[in-house]
């Protein structure tokens, strides 16, 4: 499995983007998709994952503002980043968690720049 990620770019505080992840190759079973960002300096940090199941999970400092959202058909996960922040620059990775962990996929990161 291969993970194409999209999306990254340049914006002001305030503003918006949306980051796309597809994933080649067939997934079967439990599954996670997710979106992971690191910061200059900083851990990598969870900020958000759907089940296959559709169940969502977001870090507490994006609730509210970031939606997460998966297409099943397409092997395909999007995050829709809103009201963004300084603090939301980093580089952001997809990722593909497949049977509770037992493999994981990385996508090439993309950066997320928020200019004030």
């Known amino acids: 499995v291969q993970l194409q990620a999209s999306g990254g770019g340049l914006v002001q505080t305030g503003g918006s983007l949306r980051l796309s992840c597809a994933a080649s190759?067939?997934?079967?079973?439990?599954?996670?998709m997710g979106w992971y960002r690191q910061a200059p300096g900083k851990y990598r940090e969870l900020v958000a994952f759907v089940t296959s199941g559709g169940t969502t999970n977001y870090a507490d400092a994006v609730k509210g503002r970031f939606t997460i959202s998966r297409d099943n058909a397409q092997n395909s996960v999007s995050l829709q980043m809103n009201s963004l922040k300084p603090e939301d620059t980093a580089v952001y990775f997809c990722?593909?968690?497949?049977?509770?962990?037992?493999?994981?996929?990385w996508g090439q990161g993309t950066q997320v720049t928020v200019s004030s």
């Open positions: 190759g067939s997934i079967v079973g439990y599954n996670r």
């Open positions: 990722n593909l968690n497949v049977a509770y962990g037992r493999y994981d996929y």
